[in-house]
């Protein structure tokens, strides 16, 4: 992939990645961000994190309070124009940045928009469809088995579903254990989960149970909104299985507990 990009002598360099962490990232699990990282690196990446980004603007957008999410739009643009591409470990975030930008915002700025949409990409996605990343002479890690939680955003507004599975193919010889009702939500739906908790409780629930049925030791997926919903209900009911980020799993980073596990 670095012979996409030249710098001004036409020497051959590496794509400019621009790593967009996300808040929960940030604050409830760094470990998906450095996950993240290391495999751009690993792909033949140059990364940078950019120190001043903050929220997407998404909460604010999916409750309707467009004044609030424009600027926030707006400084996310200007903050991550200089990549050559923007890569976020977040069906959901991605989303908002490649579809809602573009329709939140007018004139000027709506160009933009359009522009970091076109190069922006969950991390999956880049890694497979774009990085075309794949394992070389490294021996597959070794997983137990995984079953894949598609988180809505991703799957609907992205069209994500085969492009995690091929990574834990191609990385860690695995073959993700399908849920009998992959393409249904968690519960998680972003404020949803705050607005009617009986109802996101019983769709958790649910869906633990379908990744119990299928023996797998680990539920996986690539939105953390939705895997701290997850993890909260399988403790609240006693359920053994670890939830996961998918960017843990393709690293090869299983020294940090599971979520909603340890200190």
């Known amino acids: 992939m670095s012979d996409q990009y030249r710098d001004k002598t036409g020497a051959a360099r590496?794509?400019?990645?621009?790593?967009?962490?996300?808040?929960?990232?940030?604050?409830?699990?760094?470990?998906?961000?450095?996950?993240?990282?290391?495999?751009?690196?690993?792909?033949?990446?140059?990364?940078?994190?950019?120190?001043?980004?903050?929220?997407?603007?998404?909460?604010?957008?999916?409750?309707?309070?467009?004044?609030?999410?424009?600027?926030?739009?707006?400084?996310?643009?200007?903050?991550?124009?200089?990549?050559?591409?923007?890569?976020l470990p977040s069906g959901s975030c991605a989303g908002m940045i490649c579809h809602h930008y573009p329709q939140l915002l007018e004139g000027q700025w709506r160009e933009r928009a359009v522009d970091l949409a076109a190069k922006t990409f969950e991390l999956t996605a880049f890694l497979h469809d774009i990085a075309r990343f794949r394992r070389g002479s490294a021996a597959p890690l070794q997983l137990p088995a995984v079953a894949y939680h598609d988180s809505c955003a991703g799957l609907r507004e992205l069209g994500i579903r085969e492009q995690p599975r091929a990574l834990l193919k191609e990385l860690c010889d695995t073959q993700v254990s399908e849920l009998q009702q992959r393409d249904v939500c968690c519960g998680f739906g972003g404020t949803f989960c705050a607005k009617m908790p009986e109802i996101s409780g019983k769709m958790a629930s649910d869906k633990l149970a379908d990744a119990a049925a299928t023996g797998a030791d680990i539920l996986a997926g690539g939105d953390l909104g939705c895997l701290l919903h997850l993890a909260g209900r399988a403790r609240r009911l006693g359920q053994a299985i670890d939830v996961r980020h998918v960017a843990e799993l393709l690293a090869g980073e299983l020294d940090e507990p599971a979520i909603g596990r340890g200190k």
């Open 14 to 87: 590496r794509p400019q990645v621009a790593l967009f962490v996300t808040c929960l990232a940030d604050l409830f699990r760094p470990s998906v961000a450095f996950a993240s990282l290391r495999l751009l690196q690993r792909a033949g990446c140059e990364v940078s994190v950019p120190r001043q980004q903050t929220c997407c603007g998404q909460p604010a957008y999916n409750t309707g309070d467009y004044e609030a999410s424009a600027p926030l739009a707006q400084r996310t643009i200007a903050m991550l124009e200089y990549a050559d591409y923007v890569v």
